[in-house]
């Protein structure tokens, strides 16, 4: 059985490993360092409307859509969403038709991420 010879790649990779793991130009324009020192994004609420936006997503999507019909499963449930989950940052609604209408109006959707993401700052 032959081996096969593992081959270093030679190609310079320290600017791209450079631009991912010391600017944050993509999300803040400030290096690593500078928003250590001085914060100026709440990683948390960014986290939680990110988390909304996909659960958006995720119940426009097809009903087919394995993961849709886990959270609409979660939702007719009926019991209070685990503190932390996925599902606990919804707007209030009474069912999950109700809560299908809020989704799949995107614009609506984007404004009430927008609101939780500038509430909670």
């Given at each position: 059985?032959?081996?096969?010879?593992?081959?270093?790649?030679?190609?310079?990779?320290?600017?791209?490993?450079?631009?991912?793991?010391?600017?944050?130009?993509?999300?803040?324009?400030?290096?690593?360092?500078?928003?250590?020192?001085?914060?100026?994004?709440?990683?948390?609420?960014?986290?939680?409307?990110?988390?909304?936006?996909?659960?958006?997503?995720?119940?426009?999507?097809?009903?087919?859509?394995?993961?849709?019909?886990?959270?609409?499963?979660?939702?007719?449930?009926?019991?209070?969403?685990?503190?932390?989950?996925?599902?606990?940052?919804?707007?209030?609604?009474?069912?999950?038709?109700?809560?299908?209408?809020?989704?799949s109006e995107k614009d609506v959707w984007r404004?009430?991420?927008?609101?939780?993401?500038?509430?909670?700052?």
């Open positions: 059985m032959a081996r096969a010879k593992k081959t270093r790649s030679t190609q310079d990779h320290t600017s791209d490993t450079k631009t991912t793991t010391t600017n944050l130009d993509h999300f803040t324009g400030r290096s690593v360092r500078d928003e250590h020192v001085c914060p100026t994004v709440d990683i948390i609420a960014f986290a939680k409307t990110r988390r909304l936006k996909w659960v958006g997503h995720v119940l426009r999507s097809e009903e087919s859509n394995l993961v849709r019909q886990v959270l609409c499963a979660e939702v007719i449930g009926g019991e209070q969403y685990q503190a932390g989950g996925v599902l606990s940052e919804l707007p209030p609604h009474s069912n999950l038709e109700d809560l299908l209408e809020m989704v404004r009430f991420t927008k609101f939780k993401l500038s509430f909670q700052s």
